[in-house]
């Protein structure tokens, strides 16, 4: 399956998806990967790996449609398939979301539908909640709403703060969207037309 990566930083979450993808079982192939933003470490991951890269500068556009319609024609270019979201800090809009349903994959730092939104990891440490953990979720129109592909749980220590419970997070981010990008990319796992996943059984 070709995989498109858009990013808008660290790019760490890509990392871990380049070193999946390049694994002999893996059925994933990362052609290209798009940041919204310029100079950004993970365009230098993407490079180094010979992953071809795009910028879309967001500031560079009048409206959300136009933007969204720059990464679309490169989606199309590169004869992408499927779409991992990997710190992507737009907001797609619902044409978009629409046209690659199914097909779009966001990683959230919380155990959704708990903790939706920004600051995650800091609203976990408010509620006082004492595991926590990171979601795969295919995207749909309502932010963090999308049906859930894979979580992973994460414990909330006495002395976290939300620097060492993000960083924690993280890791189990990495092992997280692997994991689904696998599940989407063979088949295994897809969105149905009434919004739920399905697995296909061996049976
Ligand atoms: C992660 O914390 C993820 O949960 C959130 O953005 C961050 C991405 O980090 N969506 P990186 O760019 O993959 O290192």
């Known amino acids: 399956t070709r995989v498109a990566v858009l990013i808008s930083g660290t790019g760490t979450n890509l990392q871990a998806l380049i070193e999946q993808a390049k694994r002999p079982s893996s059925a994933a192939e990362i052609v290209v990967?798009?940041?919204?933003?310029?100079?950004?470490?993970?365009?230098?991951?993407?490079?180094?790996?010979?992953?071809?890269?795009?910028?879309?500068?967001?500031?560079?556009?009048?409206?959300?449609?136009?933007?969204?319609?720059?990464?679309?024609?490169?989606?199309?270019?590169?004869?992408?398939?499927?779409?991992?979201?990997?710190?992507?800090?737009?907001?797609?809009?619902?044409?978009?979301?629409?046209?690659?349903?199914?097909k779009l994959l966001n990683?959230?730092?919380?155990?959704?539908?708990?903790?939706?939104?920004?600051?995650?990891?800091?609203?976990?440490?408010?509620?006082g909640v004492r595991v926590t953990g990171c979601t795969v979720h295919f995207v749909a129109e309502e932010v963090d709403a999308?049906?859930?592909?894979?979580?992973?749980?994460?414990?909330?220590?006495?002395?976290?703060?939300?620097?060492?419970?993000?960083?924690r997070i993280r890791e189990a981010e990495h092992r997280a969207f692997p994991a689904a990008l696998e599940l989407v990319a063979s088949g295994t796992v897809r969105l149905k037309e009434d919004g739920h996943v399905t697995w296909k059984s061996n049976s």
């Open 33 to 102: 990967v798009i940041s919204n933003r310029p100079g950004v470490q993970g365009l230098k991951r993407a490079s180094l790996a010979g992953i071809q890269t795009r910028v879309v500068d967001h500031k560079l556009y009048g409206s959300r449609a136009e933007f969204d319609g720059t990464i679309d024609g490169v989606l199309e270019e590169f004869g992408v398939e499927l779409v991992c979201l990997a710190g992507f800090m737009r907001i797609l809009t619902g044409t978009f979301v629409k046209k690659w349903n199914g």
């Open 146 to 167: 999308g049906a859930i592909v894979v979580q992973e749980a994460v414990s909330v220590l006495g002395s976290d703060t939300e620097d060492s419970l993000s960083d």
């Open 107 to 127: 990683i959230h730092p919380s155990l959704l539908p708990s903790f939706k939104g920004v600051n995650a990891q800091k609203q976990a440490l408010q509620a």
